[in-house]
């Protein structure tokens, strides 16, 4: 805007001229008389000033009647300080001027009374020159009681009426050169007539200037002086006054004189004429200063006539933290159809366009001149002022511009000011950057190198005013939101405020902006810059630590705290479940309570979507008073490595101790580094919040939050059991080696590993430990294996009730417990290995009767395993043991080791846990290696010499490669050698027939098992190896009879007694006699059971038995019997007794044996143990004859 | 001549193409399906107003930016211009078309009616998209009650 | 002949900032930031109705002592900036003109680019040397 035509008539500026721009200057104090208001003295204190000064600036327009009786509007502008110099440029513009002064000051004594009069006076004197009148405002001191506020009085008398108890109030006069009028108030009485003093005052300075203008008004103007603005002064010498321009100019300047001082006086039309005529005047004669200066006032008084309420906005409260917080753009706009009425009822008056337009013009005029500046300033300013009014923001913000380029010399606090100025427009029209950017300005300027007084608290100050206007806020949540403004330009403000606080003296500010930068601008900075800075942050923090908490300034405002989440940059954050046998469980599983529903497809009370839970609930606990884990991942941004220390987690909720760490992260562009945090919660009943982690690092603690980081959930959730008990577990046994792939073997402390044969025991000893602080009051005790239970009962025993006399087990305590192991497994393996029997050997040394008829007999199922192993069966019960027998292979894992593996699952809890129904679990890996140690592969059943016994003939091999001894009596062994097998005769008690009757009828496999269980509870087999010393037992449970062997095993109903030749015939034995002879036998049959027996036959056969397997019963030829050998009984009562003779010869030499039987019919007998079928009953063994 | 076949065929295979990888996924609804199709219209919306508007005067007001959619956006696009325009002054305004050109190739009749959504979700978020770009947020969405005539409701959001 | 050229998104931070000389980076981008403050004023008083509204181009925002700026709103309320050195008198206002209609050009079609998300900054080589072209005035 400013004129392309650089300065004309300019000469060197040495004349001091108006040096100091008013910043403050509305276009309507063109109109307003100037007045000053003095402080003088300092006993009257700031603040009572303050207020009177306030109070009185009040008054800024009063209503007088002229001579005429016009009513005129005077307007009056109070200022604090005015510089003589301003008034040199009254010629120019006369609202330059001083026309009114008032000095307020307070005395306690009469000197200090002389003193403000005489200041005032000096006052006086210097503003002399345009000063038309003034008042003294003294304040005198303050009298308890007594009427001290007075009426003004120019000089209060003496003090005649005073009585001698008056004397001591003194009345205080005024000097006797004291020709200002004195008005004495007491500063704390309400001074109710101060205003009308004033007004009264401002009437005699109206009247003044009234008469002043009439006088000039009267003036010819052909005839008067030309004008000076102060620097014109020697411009025009020497040049010729008389020429029609020099007249048209002083002619056109007095008319703007006029013009001004109309104004001043409240006479707006004529002002405007005034002013219109000296610019069509000035115009001609290209006199552009004047004509500028026309311009102006025209446009004032224009002004002034369509925005009378345009005026400065008076401050409600002088604090010193309200700085400009300036009220945002205007809205109020004056309505149009307002503003016509004005124009249209005074003459003149410009449009509001036309205003701009003629200030714009002005100051173009003005800045030709170089001596003009500050009226260029002012006239900007006040240009800009009206602007805002009309709500023209874009014109406002060219007048603005102009300013600047104003060439003026300026003291720097003036320099500043007019930034401030600046700033505090632009912000009313709501040119924010721009204000902020006049704001940075004006707070370089506080400091620059050419300030004598550097203030870098201001500097500070404004600075942080102009961060709104850069789109920064100091909260770093916020700025994580919002993503505008400019980085670089932010980064470099941040800077310098980094730097101002640092100045400024205040260490802790400069470390909290620069952690602010580092935070919010991270992703902006190049790597140079952000190594640069940190390096930076590290010496800020070196002379005051970051911390986050907020910092209050002095003046109230409060920095958040700025937290450094970039460094180190946090990759996971992973609560970690504490181990398995630690984790609590809850003792009781709850049950889901469903409802009624077994299924629905509708989910109540949820959106289109299931929700699956927040993932940031855990789901696993954490227990009181023990230590938990979180992992963290962190990775180091800065190309230098970085120390991290005093790492914690940051909690809410329940009471939590965190431990902390201290981490060195390794340079930029390794992987990120994994850290482990521990803490313990020490308080339970609750959810445990993990709101973060807090850093101290490059000298600055940071309190990082997950909820301000990417990412990640705002927190995660922990519930918190009350403390548990901890036990530790060891075993006397070794550990094994591997774990199988057993399910859920997490929990498995500690292990134990055995290697037993079969029907070896072992014992275990398990010693439990209370390592923590709670007792164990619940302790549960149970064995996991895949084995039947049983099985698993026989194979694992242990004493509940010892462990639990044990309970509570207090914290230091151990428990034990043992733990009886037994190697089951089946002894019974019918068949053996082809291995075994191939040579068809046999053990030597047995010890009984030799070669033992027997009956072998396949069994009729086999136990266990499906294995069909024949034996030659003969019934005609001639067979040699000798006999090779077929076997079939049978399976390997019969031979080989089994293992079996079981989990000892020990649950207990006490304490507060206990009471919230919580536990732990932990367990022992059992592995239990079985070898075979004996098999019994084949067995029969021979008779005994004595009716109640029976011989239980056992095949048993040995399995081990040791020599075993078999104790199968209490009072005989037998010795085996390793893989060898023997033959032992087992004696054995037969059923008694009181086992076998259960008053029902029994079907075949009961009586089976009956006698099957009562020769295993009966034989007791025990085994000892002799190499390592390995005792054991031997079951033969599950042994399976035939039901000739059931004959012989159990009790035989009918007891038998044969009488051969007189001499009763003992079992195995033999009878001898000569051919020829005459044998008698006598059968004897008694019936043990206590039912009745019928249709029994008896009958006796003889035969010859070859040894070879063959029998003959063809011996017609051989023997002759007399009497039958068959008899039938109808009835055999129980106990009854049935006999039966007959006799026999024998006629060839040889062996015979007899066969005596008795059998019932195939008609079933309602005799409980007997089948229904038909049976034998055989006399055995049979009887041995040797005939010679 | 070509341009038009080339862009009808490009939009029905898009529409395959995403129908089809959808059903790989869950059945749960139709209505997830489009949500991919109507970001591709967003953003290619937003990318195209730039563009087209670039010799244009600036907009006035809301309704004239409606009725520069109507008029030379829908030409750009589709050849022709919106049929109807109506509004109710408060935000809502309904575009109707009367031979929506991607729904002309569809028999008009009952058959395909169940399917017009699919055709029509790309424009939606292509009116979406520039509407978003010249400053309007809005929501969009159409309706097809008797082929091939298709009214678009735009509702604006007023913050 | 421009020396700083500036795209300004809706949101008023810079998505692209070049000048030919590195050295004034910092006080050219406070000037645009400023002539931003007029920018938005301009765009807030076509309420009025003058003509100027139909136009994309804005004119003369700010001349200050040593350089022009020149602004230039496009209807997706992206703003381009251009600074051009004042004691260049040959630059008539056609030439801006013809300037911004380029960088508008430029600028739709790296809009049009798949891969260029609209609201981040722009770093595309071909970009940058394009547009100082249109700055040099060689295209």
């Known amino acids: 805007m400013r004129s392309s035509v650089s300065y004309i008539l300019s000469s060197s500026t040495s004349e001091p001229n ?134 003004s009085t120019s000089s209060p008398n003496s003090d005649s009426s005073g009585s001698p108890a008056e004397q001591t109030i003194e009345k205080f006069t005024t000097p006797s050169n ?47 002086s030309l004008l000076l603005a102060p620097f014109e002064k020697k411009d025009f010498v020497g040049l010729d006054m008389e020429s029609r321009n020099n007249k048209k100019k002083c002619t056109g300047r007095m008319t703007k004189h006029l013009g001004d001082l109309c104004l001043q006086a409240g ?108 009226v260029e300033t002012e006239a900007s300013f006040k240009a800009a002022r009206i602007a805002v009014e009309q709500n023209h923001s ?56 050419q300030n004598p007084a550097p203030n870098w608290n201001r500097c500070y100050n404004l600075m942080l005013q102009s961060l709104p206007g850069h789109r920064l806020s100091l909260d770093p949540a916020e700025m994580r939101e919002v993503e505008q403004g400019w980085p670089v330009l932010q980064i470099q403000l941040l800077q310098e405020l980094v730097v101002a606080a640092k100045r400024m003296g205040h260490s802790a500010l400069a470390t909290r902006h620069m952690t602010f930068l580092l935070q919010t601008m991270w992703s902006h900075l190049t790597p140079t810059e952000q190594k640069e800075l940190c390096i930076q942050l590290q010496a800020l923090s070196s002379q005051c630590e970051g911390s986050p908490v907020p910092l209050v300034l002095d003046n109230g405002i409060v920095i958040p705290p700025a937290n450094l989440t970039n460094i180190p940059l946090c990759h996971s954050y992973v609560l970690r479940n504490l181990q398995p046998h630690l984790q609590p469980r809850k003792i009781q599983a709850v049950k889901q309570d469903t409802g009624p529903f077994l299924f629905t497809p509708i989910h109540f009370g949820s959106l289109d979507r299931r929700s699956t839970g927040s993932q940031s609930k855990m789901g696993f606990l954490w227990v009181e008073n023990e230590p938990c884990e979180v992992t963290l991942k962190l990775s180091n941004p800065l190309p230098f490595e970085l120390k991290v220390s005093d790492m914690r987690l940051l909690t809410s909720g329940v009471v939590f101790e965190s431990l902390p760490e201290t981490v060195v992260l390794s340079p930029s562009g390794s992987p990120p580094s994994v850290i482990t945090l521990h803490g313990t919660p020490r308080e339970s009943e609750g959810q ?94 149970t064995m996991q294996t ?250 033969l449970k599950g042994i399976t009879l035939t039901n000739d062997m059931l004959d012989e095993v159990r009790m035989s109903p009918l007891l038998w007694e044969v009488v051969i030749n007189e001499d009763a015939v003992r079992p195995q034995e033999e009878v001898t006699c000569e051919a020829g002879d005459c044998l008698e036998l006598k059968i004897l049959v008694t019936n043990s059971l206590d039912k009745v027996l019928n249709h029994l036959s008896l009958s006796v056969q003889f035969y010859q038995d070859y040894e070879n397997g063959t029998v003959n019963y063809r011996m017609e030829t051989r023997l002759a ?47 409980p143990c007997l089948p229904s079928n038909g049976h034998v009953w055989r006399f055995t063994p049979p009887v041995n004859v040797l005939v010679n | 001549m070509s341009d038009d076949a080339v862009f009808e065929f490009l939009h029905s295979e898009l529409i395959n193409y995403i129908i089809s990888q959808n059903e790989g996924k869950s059945k749960e609804g139709k209505d997830e399906d489009l949500s991919n199709i109507e970001y591709i219209g967003f953003s290619t919306g937003y990318r195209i107003i730039e563009r087209l508007t670039k010799e244009m005067p600036r907009f006035k007001d809301e309704l004239d930016t409606m009725k520069f959619i109507c008029t030379d956006f829908w030409s750009a696009l589709y050849k022709k211009q919106i049929d109807n325009l109506r509004t109710n002054h408060q ?63 735009i509702q604006v959001q007023r913050t | 002949m421009a020396v700083c050229v500036a795209i300004i998104g809706k949101d008023n931070s810079p998505k692209y900032f070049c000048c030919l000389n590195p050295d004034e980076e910092l006080g050219f981008q406070y000037k645009v930031l400023s002539s931003l403050d007029v920018v938005e004023e301009k765009l807030n008083t076509t309420n009025k109705g003058t003509n100027d509204l139909r136009e994309l181009y804005l004119g003369m925002l700010y001349s200050l002592e040593t350089h022009k700026i020149y602004g230039y709103v496009t209807n997706t309320k992206i703003k381009f900036i251009i600074v051009v050195d004042s004691t260049n008198m040959a630059l008539r206002d056609n030439e801006i003109r013809s300037m911004f209609r380029k960088l508008h050009s430029e600028y739709a079609d790296i809009v049009c680019n798949p891969f260029y998300i609209p609201g981040d900054a722009i770093c595309s080589k071909s970009f940058d040397v394009n547009v100082k072209n249109i700055m040099t005035g060689t295209v």
């Open chain 1, 18 to 151: 108006m040096s100091h721009p008013d910043y403050e200057q509305y276009s309507h104090d063109h109109a307003a008389l100037l007045v000053l208001i003095r402080h003088i003295g300092s006993q009257l204190k700031p603040k009572t000033f303050v207020k009177f000064y306030d109070r009185i600036s009040k008054l800024t327009s009063v209503r007088i009647t002229d001579s005429t009786g016009n009513v005129r509007t005077i307007l009056v502008r109070y200022v604090k300080e005015h510089p003589v110099e301003n008034n040199d440029w009254g010629d120019f513009q006369t609202h330059r001027r001083l026309l009114g002064l008032i000095s307020l000051g307070k005395y306690d004594s009469q000197q200090e009374l002389n003193e403000i009069c005489r200041v005032h006076e000096s006052l006086k004197v210097k503003y002399t020159s345009t000063l038309f009148d003034s008042r003294c405002i003294l304040f005198g001191p303050t009298k308890e009681g007594g009427s001290s506020s007075d009426t």
């Open chain 1, 178 to 224: 004291f020709k200002t009028r004195g008005l004495f108030y007491d500063e704390a009485a309400p001074c109710s007539d101060l205003e009308t003093q004033i007004v009264e005052f401002i009437n005699s300075l109206f009247w003044v200037l009234e008469s002043k203008r009439l006088e000039r008004s009267r003036e010819k103007l052909e005839r008067v």
């Open chain 1, 267 to 374: 006479l707006l039309a004529e002002s405007l004429t005034y002013y219109g005529n000296a610019a069509d005047t000035l115009k001609t004669v290209n006199d552009w200063l004047w004509l500028g200066a026309a311009y102006e006032g025209l446009c004032a008084a224009s002004a002034l006539v369509l925005y009378p309420e345009m005026q400065r906005s008076v401050p409600l409260q002088r604090n010193a933290s309200l700085q400009e917080g300036s009220s945002p753009k205007k809205t109020v706009v004056v309505s149009s159809i307002d503003v016509g009425a004005r124009k249209a009822s005074i003459p003149n008056t410009l449009a509001p366009e036309d205003i701009s337009k003629r200030y714009r013009e002005a100051i173009i005029h003005y800045s030709k001149y170089q001596n003009a500046g500050i």
């Open chain 1, 394 to 449: 874009l014109q406002a913000a060219s007048f603005l511009q102009n300013v600047v380029y104003i060439n003026l010399t300026l003291s720097e606090q003036e320099k500043i000011q007019r930034f401030e100025t600046l700033a505090e427009l632009y912000t009313q029209i709501g040119f924010t950057r721009k204000a902020a950017f006049c704001q940075r300005l004006a707070a370089t300027r506080y400091v620059s190198p």
């Open chain 1, 688 to 781: 445990l919040q993990l709101q973060g982690y807090s850093t101290h690092t490059l000298g600055v603690k940071s309190n990082c939050r997950l909820r301000h980081m990417a990412g990640f959930p705002p927190h995660y959730e922990v519930e918190i059991v009350p403390s548990l008990p901890l036990l530790d577990v060891k075993t006397s046994l070794p550990q094994s080696s591997t774990f199988s792939s057993f399910h859920d073997y997490e929990n498995v402390v500690t292990s134990a590993s055995v290697s037993l044969h079969h029907g070896e025991s072992a014992e275990c000893t398990v010693t439990i430990t209370n390592i923590g602080h709670v007792d164990v009051e619940m302790l549960e005790i």
């Open chain 1, 786 to 1035: 895949v084995l039947e239970p049983g099985l698993q009962e026989q194979m694992f025993t242990w004493s509940k009730e010892n462990l639990l006399s044990q309970l509570p087990l207090k914290p230091g305590c151990a428990a034990s417990l043992t733990l009886y192991l037994y190697a089951a497994g089946s002894f019974l393996v019918p068949g053996g290995t082809a291995n075994e029997f191939s040579s068809g050997v046999f053990s030597s040394s047995i010890s009984g009767p030799g070669s033992l008829p027997s009956r072998l007999n396949s069994p009729s199922s086999s136990f266990h395993r499906n294995v069909n192993s024949s034996f030659r069966s003969s019934n005609s019960g001639h067979s040699s043991m000798s006999a090779t027998l077929q076997l079939p292979q049978l399976p390997i894992n019969q031979q080989a080791a089994a293992v079996v593996e079981g989990q000892l699952q020990i649950r207990y809890s006490g304490g507060p846990g206990l009471q919230a129904a919580y536990c732990r679990c932990c367990s022992v890996f059992l592995t239990m290696e079985t070898v075979p140690s004996l098999h019994v592969t084949n067995w029969d059943v021979l008779p005994a010499e004595t009716n109640t016994q029976f011989y239980l003939v056992l095949d048993v091999a040995n399995l081990t490669s040791q020599e075993m001894e078999l104790q199968y009596t209490p009072s005989k062994t037998m010795l085996i050698e390793g893989h060898e097998s023997c033959r032992v005769p087992v004696p054995v008690k037969r059923c008694p027939l009181s086992k076998l009757d259960t008053g029902e009828n029994l079907a075949s496999g009961d009586l089976d098992r009956i006698c099957s269980e009562h020769i295993a509870n009966l034989v007791d087999l025990r085994w000892h190896l002799l190499g390592t010393d390995t005792r054991g037992k031997a079951s």
């Open chain 1, 1121 to 1167: 019997t007399t009497g039958t050998t068959k008899k039938i009984m109808e009835e055999l009562e129980p106990q009854g007794r049935a006999q039966h003779e007959c006799n026999v010869i024998f006629f060839t030499p040889g062996q015979y044996k007899i066969d005596i039987q008795c059998s019932s019919p195939d008609n079933a007998t309602t005799v």
């Open chain 2, 91 to 153: 935000g809502v305004y309904v575009l109707q078309d009367n031979s929506f050109r991607f729904l002309t190739k569809l028999s008009s009749g009952k058959q395909y009616l169940e399917v017009a959504p699919r055709f029509v979700a790309f424009t939606c978020g292509i009116i979406r998209g520039s509407l978003a770009n010249l400053g309007i947020g809005c929501l969009v969405t159409a309706e097809v009650q008797n082929m091939p005539s298709c009214k678009f409701h």
